[in-house]
């Protein structure tokens, strides 16, 4: 025979499950991150001529003769193809600004003004056609290491004053972005 289950008189009863207010949770989920940038460096601590010369990029210092640093060195082969040149992923163009924080020195592609005079020596034009000469350059350059099996490798020009330069732009674009 079966027994029956006496009941515990004393026992608590089960409460329904509280639910929770995720009013706290919204706000953090859907707020927008606070940023904490680094204090921009003051501009009036630099000359004008000073702050013309940390505007630009280190290749085009005036005792430099090109933009890049460039090496040869000898032809490798990746996956079964001849590499001829090789640019580094450091190797980036440099990002014209004037005072105001607005882009300068701007085409299509970025030219900077060192390779400008060099076209204009080379050309002997004051204003060359700047696309067409360095597409022109650029496929001789091709045939060139091709014929005599050289490897060009180009490295961003680096000075002492790389850290410097980055502060100028970042405090040059906050400005004009407070102005508008």
């Not at 995720?22 to 460096?41: F, G, N, T």
């Not at 001849?82 to 992923?89: A, D, N, P, Q, T």
């Amino acid at each position: 025979m079966a027994t029956k289950k006496n009941p515990v008189k004393n026992a608590m009863r089960k409460k329904a499950p509280v639910r929770k207010n995720l009013a706290a949770a919204a706000k953090v989920v859907h707020s927008k991150p606070e940023r904490e940038y680094a204090p921009l460096i003051d501009l009036g601590q630099f000359s004008e001529e000073e702050l013309a010369e940390l505007m630009v990029a280190a290749g085009d210092a005036p005792a430099r003769k090109t933009y890049f640093d460039y090496s040869e060195e000898a032809p490798y082969t990746r996956s079964g193809q001849r590499i001829y040149l090789e640019v580094g992923r450091d190797s980036t163009m440099f990002d014209y600004r004037d005072e105001n924080g607005t882009r300068v020195e701007r085409t299509m592609v970025t030219v900077p003004p060192k390779l400008r005079e060099q076209l204009q020596e080379i050309t002997g034009e004051e204003q060359p056609i700047v696309t067409t000469s360095i597409i022109a350059l650029a496929s001789w350059a091709c045939q060139e290491l091709k014929k005599t099996k050289r490897r060009l490798v180009v490295t961003t020009a680096t000075d002492d004053l790389d850290p410097v330069r980055k502060q100028v732009r970042k405090a040059i674009v906050a400005k004009s972005r407070k102005t508008r």
